[in-house]
């Protein structure tokens, strides 16, 4: 006997099927881990290569300078400083909660800042760009900053930067034109006018800085250093140079500003100028008292300053009463009355009309000021002596809006309740009240009644609801003087390289035009040059000696409740032939021959260099 070598156990149909079963899982294993290392190492070697360097490269932004601002005779209203700024790096700081704790603590004590503060202003800037800069304090001293550099030791990821800070020379002489800047913020970075630009980076906030920040605003730089594991530096690779904003030229003259702000200082304390040329539109001031010094924003300010500057109780500076302010004008708008009355056909410059010192609408009686009786005069005459009477029978008729006769339509058209369209942001359209507006007012007992022809009247002479600003009016009165060109103001004149030559014109928009008689707007203009010159005028007194000829118009708003009057004036210069409007108001100056006239003439002795020998004060007009 012997035993069969050659015999095998027999594989069964349920074993074959599992081991095939088997078999086929390794095999898409080994395939599905040989295409993922395919894919790893063919398709995706560049990516993964170059994510590996850039775990070993750091790149360092360089801020580049904001361009330089200047005046239309190119001295200089903004510029920059070079800063010392203390900053975090992310690749550096303690990964221990403990330790940055203590970090913040000790920069706390030497930055004379509160460490929960640097928590909360570093830590957001941290999570949204993880691999920047964080800024903990701008513009430190250099001791502190070579104290800071000599220990580096104690402050593991603090660091010195160098920086540009905004720097304003005239500290608040035009701080309302020309703005403010600050960090770029989360909701800016939405603004589709930043995709260019990285969250913390400086852009304009305010003013001409925020207006035309996309020329202001220069291409940051950057340094590319090679680093180990541990964030240490290795070597530099290479540099991008930043390159600074391109220089803005303005329309303003530092002298015409400087001096309407130190006009309106001497006042109240509250108010507002505008000055422009009638023929192009260029603004050569405009200023706004209370002021601010910019410079406080430059290196950040802190909430309770923050507040104080938009507290009503301290003036509000922030507010640009220029373009903000909402005032009634008194009598400087009865140029507009007057368009209105002459255009809609109620009279003709040489109509009679008897001002026997008051007018009766209903049960109200309107008086003029000082219920001074004027007699019969015509609308030169009528403007002269500022008769109220004369206007007020104007108002009562305009009790309209349709057919043309509207005092509403001839003030919407001459700029009234809208903006002016200056290339400043923020500015606000005033109201020009209307029947239609008070009515909706009464019916949803907002007021305690509807529109009444007494509401007219009171706006024939620039008061009860009406709310304007001295651009406003400037508008107005260049309208008349320039042939009827409702002009869009403009304060940017053009873009320019750093030596100043001349890249980029900023033409202003094509004005709207009105269609009045020649013979009318001369009328007018006639009778605000007697309201500067002849025995009666409501600021001869105030401008008998100087020696540029003029033709103005004082203004008296009653604001009621107590509250002192707002004094206007509107001067149109030099006469015959003008070339600039000047307006200003004071917002408890009174008398308009007493505050604001006085205050003009300032502005157009800077206007024309006229040397000053003494401070004019007003004559003590009723208007």
């Known amino acids: 006997m012997y035993l069969d070598n050659d015999r095998r156990p027999t594989l069964t149909p349920q074993l074959a099927v599992r081991v095939a079963l088997i078999g086929g899982i390794a095999l898409v294993a080994f395939a599905v881990i040989f295409f993922r290392l395919w894919y790893l190492q063919v398709l995706s070697g560049d990516r993964y290569l170059a994510e590996a360097r850039d775990n070993r490269v750091r790149e360092i932004k360089v801020q580049a300078a904001r361009g330089e601002i200047v005046d239309r005779d190119g001295r200089k209203l903004v510029d920059n400083r070079p800063a010392n700024a203390v900053v975090l790096s992310p690749d550096r700081l303690p990964e221990d909660l403990d330790d940055r704790q203590a970090l913040y603590r000790r920069l706390g004590k030497l930055l004379d800042m509160k460490p929960r503060a640097i928590e909360r202003d570093v830590e957001p800037q941290l999570s949204a760009l993880p691999y920047s800069t964080a800024t903990v304090k701008q513009d430190v001293s250099h001791q502190l900053a070579w104290y800071l550099l000599e220990h580096r030791d104690d402050f593991r990821g603090a660091d010195v930067e160098r920086v540009f800070l905004r720097s ?100 109240t304390g509250r108010g507002a100028f505008a000055v422009m040329d009638i023929k192009s539109g260029e603004v050569l001031g405009l200023g706004s008292q209370p002021s601010f010094d910019p410079n406080i924003f430059s290196k950040g300010i802190k909430k309770r300053d923050y507040d104080r500057l938009l507290d009503e109780d301290n003036g509000a500076p922030l507010t640009n009463r220029a373009i903000q ?54 609308l030169r005459q009528a403007l002269t002596v500022s008769s109220d009477v004369f206007f007020y029978q104007l108002g009562d008729q305009l009790n309209s809006t349709g057919d043309g006769l509207g005092l509403q339509h ?25 029947p239609k507006w008070r009515n909706a007012l009464y019916r949803n007992k907002e007021t305690l009644e509807p529109w009444t022809p007494g509401h007219n009247v009171n706006l024939s002479v620039g008061q009860g609801d009406l709310q304007a600003d001295p651009l406003q009016m400037a508008v107005a009165y ?129 206007l024309f260099n006229v040397k000053e020998t003494k401070l004019v004060e007003g004559g003590g007009s009723s208007d």
């Not at 906030?205 to 202001?216: A, I, K, N, P, S």
């Not at 708008?333 to 368009?339: D, E, G, I, N, Y």
């Not at 900023?506 to 269609?515: D, I, N």
């Open 168 to 267: 304003y020379p005239h500290h608040e002489i035009g701080a309302h034109l020309f703005g403010t800047v600050g960090e770029l913020n989360a909701d800016q970075e939405k603004d589709p006018r930043y995709r260019d630009v990285a969250l913390g980076d400086r852009v304009g906030q305010t003013g001409v800085e925020f207006q035309y920040d996309r020329y202001l605003r220069g291409r940051n730089g950057a340094s590319r250093l090679q680093v180990d594991a541990m964030g240490n530096l290795n070597r530099r690779l290479n540099k991008r140079d930043p390159k600074q904003g391109r220089q803005l030229r303005l329309s303003v003259d530092l002298d015409v500003q400087e001096a309407g702000q130190e006009a309106l200082a001497g006042g």
């Open 325 to 378: 302010g909402l005032y009634p004008t008194g009598s400087t708008f009865k140029l507009v009355t007057a368009v209105a009355g002459l255009e809609g056909g109620l009279i003709t410059p040489d109509t009679p009309i008897h001002d026997p010192g008051s007018y009766t609408v209903g049960d109200t009686v309107f008086e003029n000021a000082g219920k001074v009786a004027h007699g019969t005069l015509a």
């Open 410 to 434: 001839w003030a919407r058209r001459l700029g009234m309740g809208r903006n002016t369209g200056i290339d400043l942001p923020e500015e606000l359209p005033g109201l020009l009240p209307t």
């Open 478 to 606: 260049a309208a008349i003087a320039n042939g009827g060109r409702v002009l869009r103001p403009r304060l940017g004149q053009r873009i320019e390289d750093s030596s100043g030559r001349a890249i980029q014109q900023l033409e202003a928009p094509t004005a709207r035009r009105l269609k009045i008689a020649p013979e009318y707007r001369q009328a007018i203009l006639e009778g605000l040059r007697g309201a500067a010159s002849a025995p009666g005028g409501t600021s001869t007194s105030v401008f008998a000696d100087f020696p540029i000829q003029i033709a103005g118009k004082t203004g008296t708003a009653e604001k009621g409740a107590g509250r002192a009057d707002q004094s206007w004036y509107v001067a149109l210069a030099p006469w015959p032939e003008p070339k600039y409007v000047v307006a200003v108001t004071d917002e408890a100056g009174g008398f308009g021959a007493d505050t604001a006239a006085p205050m003009a003439r300032r502005i157009l002795a800077a």
